[in-house]
C-alpha cells in the first residue's frame, strides 16, 4: 500500500507545480503588441490571444501553464482534424529592452514541416497532462543571433525606433536580386528611417514586402563584422502575406560597398549578407558619398605597378649594394696583393749577394757539400745544447745587430769590443754562467748562479760589498785606459 501512495504522492505534487496558478507574464507585458512572426497579439495576467502560429491558419490563445528556470510554457490546444486534436507548447524566455519593447526567444527546436520554433504533441480531448519542461523546452543548440522575436507595444512603435547602421546611413544605389537595377535607398532623411524608392519594374510586394518604402530602425546587433538589424514596417496596415510589418536585414560593408539581404519577420538561421532563402531578397548597395573601393578579382594594372615597381627598384638597389661591396672589395684585396708582392720584391732585392760562387769542377762541388753539411751538423749540435750556449756566443749575437738605412742597401756592422768591454758584460749580465779571458778562453770557475749574481748587485752584504768595490774600480781603472786611448780632439776636458 505504501508503495502505491507514495508514486502518487509525487505525482500529485509535480501536477500542483505545474497547475498552481502561479505563472503570470511579467506586469509590462499587458496589452497589444506586435509581434515580428505571430501578428499583433494581447496579453494578460495568464495568456496570450491572437496568437497566430505556422502549425495553424486562424489565430489562437496561449495559456501560461508553469514557469521553468525563468521560461513561461505556454499551450493551445488546437483542433487538427475533426476527430483529433494537436496541443502546441511554446517555451518563451523574455528579456527586456525597454518597458515597450522586449525581445523573446522561443526556446526549442526548429519543428521541420512548419520551420517554426514549437513543440506539438497529438492528445485526447480528455487528456489533460501537460509536457515536462525537459520536452517543452527541447532546445539542443543556441540560439543564432539575429534570430531572436521582437515585441513592440502598441502605440509607442515611435519612441521604440533607434539609429540605423553607419554602412546604410547615407544615399545607396540598390539592385536587388542582381538583376533589378534604378533603386535608391535614403538613409540620411532622418537618422532612424530608410526610404525605398523603387524602379516601376521592381515595385512588386514580392521582392519589396511593403507598399510604401518606408521603414525604421526598430532592433540591432553586431556580431563580428555582420549586422543584424530588425526593421518596422511603416505602413499603415500589412497583411503579413504580401506585405510585412517586420522585415529582417543582414549586412555587411566594405569601403562603398554594401551587401544586405532581407527576408519577412524573423532573420533565418543560415540567412548571411549574400545568402537567403526564399522568400527572402539579395541586394547589392553602392554609396554615392563614398569612395570606390575595388574588389580583390578587380585590382587595376595600375595598382599592380604601383606596388611591384617601388619592390623591384628596392630589391635592385640592395643587389646592387651588394655587388659593390664584394667587388670594392675584391679589387682592394688585389690591390694589396699586388703591393706585397711589389715590396717583396723590394725586400727581396737589399738580401741579393752581389758575388755569386760558382762551383766549377767536382771537387770543389764535393768541399762545398762537406761544407755545407758540418754547418747542418754544427746548428743541430747548437740547438740540442742551447742550455749551455756560452755567453760569449749569446753576447756576440747580441752585439752583430746590423741595420739598414732607408734601403739604402748599406750595411754596416760595429767594431769587435775592447777585451776588457766583454769581461765587464759578461760579469754584468745575470744570465751569465762563464767568464772570457783576454785571449778568448772561457774560465767556468768564475761561473755565477742567477740568485747569486742579483744578490749581488741589487743587495751586496759583507764579502760581497768588496767584491764589487773591487769591480767598480777596474771598472775605473778601464775608463782612464779608454780616455788614454782616444783621440787628442776627442779628449775629455776637466770641467
Same mark, same amino acid.
Given at each position: ?45 495568464? +495568456? ?79 487528456? +489533460? ?143 548571411? +549578407?549574400?545568402?537567403?532563402? +526564399? ?217
Amino acid at each position: 500500500m505504501l508503495g502505491f501512495v507514495c508514486p502518487l504522492y509525487f505525482s500529485l505534487v509535480y501536477l500542483c507545480q505545474l497547475t498552481d496558478g502561479a505563472c503570470e507574464f511579467p506586469s509590462d507585458l499587458r496589452g497589444e503588441w506586435y509581434t515580428t512572426s505571430n501578428g499583433l497579439v494581447t496579453f494578460t495576467n495568464q +495568456s496570450i490571444s491572437n496568437f497566430k502560429s505556422l502549425i495553424h491558419t486562424s489565430t489562437h490563445t496561449f495559456d501560461c501553464e508553469y514557469i521553468d528556470n525563468g521560461r513561461y510554457i505556454t499551450r493551445a490546444r488546437i483542433p487538427v482534424l475533426s476527430t483529433s486534436l494537436y496541443d502546441v507548447y511554446f517555451c518563451m524566455s523574455f528579456t527586456k529592452v525597454t518597458e515597450t519593447k522586449y525581445l523573446v526567444n522561443y526556446n526549442s527546436d526548429i519543428l521541420d514541416f512548419v520551420q517554426e520554433r514549437v513543440v506539438g504533441k497529438t492528445v485526447v480531448a480528455s487528456s +489533460s497532462t501537460l509536457l515536462p519542461a525537459a520536452e517543452a523546452c527541447n532546445l539542443t543548440s543556441a540560439i543564432p543571433i539575429g534570430t531572436q522575436e521582437v515585441y513592440v507595444k502598441k502605440g509607442n512603435e515611435t519612441s521604440d525606433f533607434i539609429t540605423c547602421p553607419d554602412s546604410i546611413a547615407s544615399t545607396l544605389d540598390m539592385t536587388l536580386n542582381s538583376d533589378c537595377t534604378g533603386n535608391i535607398v535614403y538613409g540620411m532623411t532622418n537618422p532612424t528611417y530608410l526610404i525605398h524608392t523603387y524602379n516601376s519594374s521592381c515595385a512588386s510586394t514580392s521582392l519589396t514586402f511593403t507598399t510604401s518604402g518606408n521603414v525604421s530602425c526598430i532592433y540591432s546587433v553586431l556580431s563580428g563584422f555582420t549586422t543584424y538589424l530588425t526593421v518596422y514596417n511603416m505602413d499603415s496596415s500589412t497583411d503579413e502575406t504580401n506585405t510585412y510589418r517586420f522585415l529582417c536585414y543582414v549586412i555587411t560593408s566594405s569601403g562603398d560597398q554594401v551587401y544586405l539581404t532581407y527576408h519577412p519577420k524573423i532573420c533565418q538561421y543560415n540567412q548571411t +549578407s549574400t545568402y537567403v532563402a +526564399s522568400p527572402g531578397v539579395m541586394a547589392y548597395l553602392v554609396d554615392q558619398y563614398k569612395e570606390a573601393t575595388l574588389s580583390d578579382d578587380e585590382v587595376p594594372i595600375a595598382l599592380i605597378v604601383g606596388t611591384t615597381v617601388p619592390i623591384l627598384l628596392l630589391l635592385g638597389i640592395i643587389l646592387f649594394i651588394v655587388y659593390w661591396k664584394i667587388k670594392f672589395r675584391n679589387k682592394i684585396n688585389h690591390e694589396l696583393e699586388m703591393n706585397a708582392r711589389r715590396n717583396w720584391r723590394k725586400l727581396a732585392q737589399h738580401f741579393n749577394i752581389t758575388t755569386k760562387h760558382t762551383l766549377g769542377s767536382m771537387e770543389e762541388y764535393a768541399n762545398h757539400s762537406k761544407r755545407h753539411k758540418k754547418k747542418k751538423k754544427k746548428k743541430r749540435k747548437t740547438k740540442e745544447n742551447s742550455e749551455i750556449v756560452s755567453i760569449s756566443s749569446q753576447t756576440d749575437s747580441r752585439r752583430r745587430s746590423v741595420w739598414w738605412d732607408d734601403f739604402s742597401n748599406t750595411i754596416e756592422e760595429h767594431h769587435e769590443p775592447q777585451p776588457w768591454q766583454n769581461q765587464w758584460e759578461t760579469f754584468n749580465d745575470p744570465l751569465s754562467k762563464q767568464m772570457m779571458n783576454d785571449d778568448g778562453r772561457k774560465s767556468p770557475s768564475t761561473a755565477r748562479s742567477d740568485a747569486t749574481v742579483r744578490k749581488i748587485w741589487m743587495n751586496p752584504e759583507n764579502t760581497e760589498k768588496v767584491e764589487v768595490d773591487s769591480v767598480w774600480e777596474k771598472v775605473a781603472s778601464n775608463f782612464d785606459q779608454l780616455r788614454k786611448a782616444a783621440k787628442p780632439s776627442e779628449t775629455l776636458r776637466p770641467r
